[in-house]
């Protein structure tokens, strides 16, 4: 198990960062993720009000706030999004754009965001960034909002997956260790409607080459642990199986 500094923002890939706020006193920990490309950053997830300082500090220490350019609101929680206005003002250009999936944006607005938005519905659930590096939009309804999304990164093989592969976890670590699999049952068991919408999306993504899962609760998940996750929830009731 690799040691880790979770006072910094601690790398993924090359190009992918956690931002995160390790809080030692909760089972559930927020994961917001930078992408640094060639010509965008992009910010996934923000977070909340509470966390906002640490995370904020941890991106200013990766780039200059200016060179965000685009945020991806998997969906309208407050954990997700909720820092959004105040994280507008600190970035301070006028071509920032918010990407979310109208069900969601009806909410997100709600939050005094100023921003334009990205309706990824309304653009074939794709975007392409300057430097032709493609972003592909997952709509996972009722998992567990109806305009939840997750995004698939091409050229990293990355799945940002928001809630989705979350986990609540005593001993939380930001790579799955030994509680894994199992440390996702209980937060899909929560929050997640059945086992019917969770499998549906777990055979989609059987057909997707991912070398990583990036949740936005949780731990990131890499390697053969992707195919184990997607087996495990493919499997596990949740929500009113259990009622």
């Not at 920990?29 to 640490?54: A, K, M, Q, R, T």
């Not at 998992?143 to 990164?153: E, M, V």
């Not at 209980?186 to 969770?198: E, G, K």
């Amino acid at each position: 198990m690799r040691e880790l500094d979770y006072n910094n923002s601690i790398a993924i890939t090359r190009e992918i960062y956690w931002v995160g706020f390790y809080d030692e006193t909760s089972k559930l920990h927020c994961n917001p993720y930078l992408l640094i490309d060639e010509d965008d950053v992009l910010f996934f997830d923000p977070g909340s009000i509470p966390h906002f300082p640490v995370i904020m500090r941890k991106v200013i220490d990766m780039v200059n706030p200016s060179e965000l350019s685009l945020i991806i609101a998997s969906h309208q929680d407050p954990d997700i999004c909720g820092n959004l206005a105040v994280l507008e003002d600190v970035i301070s250009r006028s071509d920032l754009k918010i990407v979310a999936h109208t069900n969601s944006i009806r909410f997100i607005r709600h939050y005094g965001v100023q921003s334009g938005f990205y309706h990824v519905n309304d653009n074939d659930f794709k975007i392409e960034l300057k430097s032709g590096r493609k972003l592909e939009f997952f709509f996972t309804p009722y998992l567990h909002s109806p305009g939840a999304i997750a995004t698939y990164d091409h050229q990293s093989k990355t799945l940002f997956s928001s809630d989705i592969f979350g986990a609540l976890d005593d001993n939380w670590s930001l790579f799955a260790g030994s509680n894994f699999p199992k440390a996702m049952d209980s937060f899909h068991q929560q929050y997640m409607p059945n086992n019917a919408v969770l499998r549906k999306f777990m055979e989609r993504l059987e057909n997707v080459d991912i070398e990583r899962i990036l949740p936005q609760h949780g731990s990131v998940i890499e390697g053969p642990k992707v195919q184990l996750a997607i087996n495990h929830l493919k499997n596990l009731s949740c929500g009113i199986d259990l009622m």
